[in-house]
């Protein structure tokens, strides 16, 4: 069955750097395409950076030139460089496919919080 692992969030100051990993199985990574997503609080699930299987990535405006998503096919491991966080990027991030696949499966999220 399907299973993602995400790791890597911690509590840090404005303008820190994390790198998130996502650990997946189950399914064929290297012809699914990518993606992080986040939750804060009282706040709908958001696709923050994606990648293709080929390497093609797409980011939302608030995080384009601080955030890097990649990939290693090999590893099926999918990875979020996080740079000058912002407060604003608390949240619990999640990796999944994109589109999320049906029956729809998150892993347990890992918390990024950004103190001011």
């Known amino acids: 069955q399907v299973q993602l692992v995400e790791s890597g969030g911690s509590l840090v100051q404005a303008g820190g750097s994390l790198r998130l990993s996502c650990a997946a199985s189950?399914?064929?990574?290297?012809?699914?395409?990518m993606g992080w997503y986040r939750q804060a609080p009282g706040k709908q699930r958001e696709l923050v950076a994606s990648?293709?299987?080929?390497?093609?990535?797409h980011y939302i405006d608030s995080v384009k030139g601080r955030f890097t998503i990649s990939r290693d096919n090999a590893k099926n491991t999918v990875y979020l460089q996080m740079n000058s966080l912002k407060p604003e990027d608390s949240a619990a991030y999640y990796c999944?496919?994109?589109?999320?696949?049906?029956?729809?499966?998150w892993g347990q999220g890992t918390q990024v919080t950004v103190s001011s």
């Open positions: 999944n496919t994109v589109p999320v696949g049906a029956p729809i499966y």
């Open positions: 189950g399914f064929i990574f290297s012809s699914n395409a």
């Open positions: 990648i293709t299987g080929f390497g093609v990535t």
